[in-house]
Structures are given as C-alpha cells and as structure tokens.
C-alpha cells in the first residue's frame, strides 16, 4: 500500500498567547544607561524573541526625569539593538525608576538600586597547580584555587555574582645566569569557576560566567567565598604576577532572575516541576536591576 501525504506550514498562532515585552537592563556606575527590548513569540515561531526598536525609554529619579534612551544610528538593523543614553551614569544608593512605552501593549514600569561596594578584607591563595600540557611541551596548565573575604556589616541579605579574575603576568629572561624582568606585563581576564559544589548559598550559572553566592541576614558578617581559575603559561619567559579578583554586589532582582533562569536551564526533565523566570518587570518580562564592583588583589611574590 502506497500513502502520499504533502504539508505545509500552519500559519495560525498558538490560541491564548498573547505576546509579552520584554526588558534586559542592568545597571552599573562604570556603564552608561542600556536597555534590550524584545517580544516574546510563541513556541510557532522560528525565534523566541523579536527585538524591538520603536519605544519611549525613560528612567527617572524620584519624579525627575534623568535618562531618555534611544538606539544610536550605528545599531538600527544590527542583531540585539540597544536603547542607551551617553549621559550621566547610574550612581551607587539612587533609586531609579523605569518607564516604557509601546503601542500596543501597557506601559513597563520597574525599579531598581545599585548596592554599595562592600569590604573584602583578603584573598588567600588555597591551592596553585603545574601539569604539564599534552599539546604543547612549552606549556603548562595551571589551576588556582584561592578565597576571598567579605566583611560586610550592613544588615539584610546580600548577593553577589563572582564572575571573573584578571590574572597578571611578569616577562622575564636569563641572561648570564640573571633574571631580568621586562617594565610590560600581560593579563587573562578568566571566567571564575564555583569549586565549593556542596555549598547550597552558590548557584552555578549556565548562561553567565561564574556564581552567584546569597549571604543571609541571619549569618556572620564575614563571608569567605571559594574560587577557582585555570589557564596556561611559559614557564620560561612567564611567572604569575597578581590576581585582581572583581566581585559584583547585585541588588536582589539580578541574583532572582539570573537564578531562575539557570534553575529553569537545569530542570528539562518531564518529572521536573516548571521554574518561572523571576521578573521584577510590571506588565512584562525580564528585569531592571543592578550591581556595583569592588575590586581585591592578591599578590603571587
């Protein structure tokens, strides 16, 4: 028995979506003001999301209106197109609060505070490692394992995303049995990676560099928090010189909604209970948030 069957594509929608904007934007004092907009398609659709280019962005300071974003001439047609305002900065301990307009859909509202920079007191050097490289004999694979301390005596939770560690170098050479160090040094910037797997205050991210970490009211004003880097070097012309290790403070919508979406990641399993995206987006999606970064060096020699 012989079937011949065609096909072709549905062009009806999903009944009962509606589509939803959505906001990415994060705030931080060393960057300008910007902001992604898409909507959301249904599960018909080749994309997940269609960004959008036409909206009325602004960000306001209490009632003052301080920010209005547009997308420059240079990113119209591009992929990913961001509203952004060359301006002023966002600033640490401000309130600011978000307004956007798009025919057809209500207003998205949303607020948001980048936190203080917080104290970290020391970096410790756990564990520094040598293997050999299997394709390149000139080469060596080194691990770092070390731990940073944060003193932070402000009440309330906290959250922070250890995300990534510049390691520096020295360039050196023998000469007639001397060592002599070149003035120019090179640096990695290296995604940091969570070691402390059993540590149920980290979280692993899939879709970001490093962890995030939740230290609780309820605990120590100090919180040592465990990391580990790897990379390659020289060892005949290269000797570690520093680690600059860069830990954001995040306000709690960026550790909710970074979170969520690795959570929702990770449960692909049928059995697995749905995870809803943390959203601090009024009539929308996604989030409007923010961090600060402090800085803290650990010294090799």
């Known amino acids: 028995m012989l079937i011949i069957g065609c096909w072709q594509p549905i062009d009806k929608d999903i009944p009962g979506f509606d589509a939803e904007l959505v906001i990415q934007s994060t705030l931080t004092p060393d960057n300008n003001f910007n902001l992604s907009l898409s909507k959301t398609q249904s599960s018909l659709a080749n994309a997940e999301v269609e ?3 036409d909206a009325d962005v602004k960000v306001f300071k209490g009632e003052e209106l301080i920010a209005q974003l547009v997308i420059p001439a240079s990113e119209l047609g591009t992929n990913g197109p961001m509203f952004r305002y060359a301006g002023q900065k966002p600033e640490k301990g401000v309130q600011y609060n978000l307004e956007v307009e798009v025919d057809g859909f209500p207003q998205l509202t949303a607020s948001t505070t980048i936190p203080e920079e917080v104290r970290v007191t020391n970096v410790s050097l756990n564990q520094l490692d040598y293997v050999d490289n299997f394709q390149d004999r000139n080469l060596k694979d080194i691990s770092v394992r070390a731990e940073l301390l944060v003193d932070n005596t402000d009440p309330g939770d906290h959250f922070y995303h250890l995300a990534y560690a510049e390691l520096i170098f020295d360039w050196f050479t023998i000469v007639s049995g001397d060592t002599l160090f070149q003035e120019d040094k090179d640096s990695m910037l290296l995604p940091i990676e969570n070691y402390d797997l059993l540590n149920e205050n980290y979280i692993s991210l899939q879709q970001e560099p490093g962890f995030l970490i939740m230290q609780e009211a309820t605990g120590s004003t100090y919180l040592p928090i465990k990391f580990r880097i790897a990379t390659q070097i ?59 970064t402090t800085r803290a060096v650990y010294l090799f020699r």
Do not use: C, M, W
Request: charged letters at 10%; proline letters at 6%.
């Open 234 to 292: 020289n060892p005949s012309n290269q000797v570690l010189s520093h680690l600059n290790v860069y830990l954001r403070h995040t306000s709690a919508d960026y550790y909710k909604f970074h979170s969520s979406v690795t959570k929702q990641r990770q449960s692909n399993s049928i059995d697995s209970e749905p995870v809803p995206v943390h959203s601090n987006i009024t009539n929308g999606q996604g989030h409007f948030s923010g961090y600060s």
């Open 51 to 53: 960004p959008l280019v």
